[in-house]
Nanobody, 126 residues
């Protein structure tokens, strides 16, 4: 598994951004995926997670109703659509993968995830 995150950048408050994370390997559909973010001086926190099949999803309270996680297994890509962005959403965003047997289970803790992308910086200006 090799994860490549993209889509970060500078956006104005209230704007939208879509992050993508693509796996170059052939087994993407075997992995549950997560999006985490880490602001300067703060811990890495789960933003959203999605099961292998996409049927199970989770969004943290801080982004619920604004962000949407999805995946396209045919393209080996997981997405994070971010709408109504706020300055407090500014962080480095990481995608992560965990091999899973269940089609519907997602995972909360960073310790669960086995593979990480390199991170992409999202900066929201006020």
């Amino acid at each position: 598994v090799q994860l490549q995150a993209s889509g970060g950048g500078l956006v104005e408050a209230g704007g939208s951004q879509r992050l993508s994370c693509t796996d170059s390997g052939p087994t993407f559909s075997s992995y549950a995926m997560g999006w985490f973010r880490q602001a300067p001086g703060k811990e890495r926190l789960l933003v959203a997670a999605i099961s292998r099949s996409g049927v199970g999803t989770y969004h943290s309270d801080s982004v619920k109703g604004r962000f949407t996680v999805s995946r396209d297994n045919a393209k080996s890509t997981v997405y994070l659509q971010m709408n109504s962005l706020k300055p407090e959403d500014t962080a480095v965003y990481y995608c992560a993968a965990k091999r899973a047997t269940s089609l519907s289970t997602y995972y909360y803790s960073p310790a669960h995830y086995e593979y990480w992308g390199q991170g992409t910086l999202v900066t929201v200006s006020s």
